[in-house]
């Protein structure tokens, strides 16, 4: 069964800073997606960025990039430039291309500080 | 015009009763899914149908049935209430991806159906 864990249960940026939040998956499918979903306290849960596992290339979406290492598992998300309006709660997901079914890892609190 | 809505948005209801949770998305997408947030934020997938079928049915209580008229519409019946059945409720829908893929790509998701049972 496929697990997504993330170790940083709260993280603190500086408005403008920089700040990357850590996600490891396990699986042993070779075809997957994988996202990051942002929920802010309207409890809304918002794309944030996609990597399909077949591109070697990372994603990104303006300032928002993550570092895919397939070999390692692991799918973190940089925000470059943080604002005020990145406070939330930062959901990593794993995606079955076999089943679609989405799997959430536990979630990291963002603080962005002024 | 919401992609994904839910209703009710707040529900407080006492143990043991029976209570609907519909949903509804106009994205003309064929999948959708209910997932159970708890008090610690962990969501869950609970069910998924494709196209009115049935697809996914994690290990959730018999007392859990979700119902699809269409594939625009899924809705959780939930009976006997129980106190730990206390969650944000997220109905989400999502379209094909690639070709021989049963379903991948991004979910949208609705606001959530926040459930009290006292």
């Known amino acids: 069964a496929q697990t997504v864990t993330q170790s940083q249960p709260e993280m603190s940026v500086q408005e403008a800073e920089t700040v990357t939040l850590s996600c490891t998956y396990d699986?042993?499918?070779?075809?997957?997606?994988l996202f990051w979903y942002k929920q802010p306290p309207s409890r809304q849960m918002i794309l944030v960025i996609r990597q399909e596992a077949y591109k070697q290339q990372n994603a990104t979406e303006n300032r928002f990039s993550v570092n895919f290492q397939k070999a390692a598992k692991s799918f973190s998300l940089k925000i470059s430039d943080s604002q005020l309006g990145d406070a939330a709660m930062y959901f990593c997901?794993?995606?079955?291309?076999?089943?679609?079914?989405?799997?959430f890892g536990q979630g990291t609190t963002l603080q962005v500080k002024p | 015009d919401t992609a994904v809505s839910q209703t009710p948005k707040y529900l407080v209801t006492q143990m043991g009763n029976d209570k609907s949770i519909k949903c509804e998305q106009n994205?003309?997408?064929?999948?959708m899914y209910w997932y159970k947030q708890d008090s610690k934020k962990f969501l869950k997938i609970m069910f998924s149908y494709n196209n009115k079928e049935l697809i996914i049915n994690e290990t959730v209580p018999n007392r859990f049935s979700p119902k699809s008229p269409d594939k625009a519409h899924l809705n959780l019946h939930i009976n006997s209430l129980e106190l730990g059945d206390s969650a944000v409720y997220f109905c989400a829908s999502s379209q094909a991806g690639l070709a021989g893929h049963l379903n991948t790509g991004e979910l949208f998701f609705g606001e959530g159906s926040r459930l009290t049972v006292l």
């Open positions: 699986t042993s499918e070779s075809d997957y997606y």
């Open positions: 997901a794993y995606q079955s291309s076999n089943t679609g079914k989405l799997i």
């Open positions: 994205l003309g997408h064929d999948t």
